[in-house]
């Protein structure tokens, strides 16, 4: 017995792909959280997403800042999962 499912089957992966991205779906940051008074916030599908975004913001609104790897751990400590 032959079993040719080969339909199936890319139906099965691409459901598990979509399962992987909405498992890596929805982190958020605020300035809030990191103690700044700036009203800022973002979310974004996965964390490198999303400290890319917060590193733009942080370049344009806190100059005070260096951008490294120190301050890259620090964003996404404080990173929450949206779920
Ligand atoms: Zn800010």
Request: include cysteine; aromatic fraction near 2%.
């Amino acid at each position: 017995m032959q079993k040719v499912r080969t339909n199936d089957a890319y139906r099965e992966d691409k459901q598990n792909i979509v399962q992987d991205l909405e498992s890596n779906m929805g982190k958020s940051i605020s300035c809030k959280d990191a103690g700044k008074t700036c009203g800022w916030s973002a979310t974004a599908e996965s964390e490198d997403a999303l400290l890319k975004i917060t590193l733009e913001h942080v370049k344009e609104h806190h100059k005070e800042l260096t951008i490294n790897s120190e301050l890259a751990k620090n964003i996404k400590s404080i990173m929450k999962d949206t779920k």
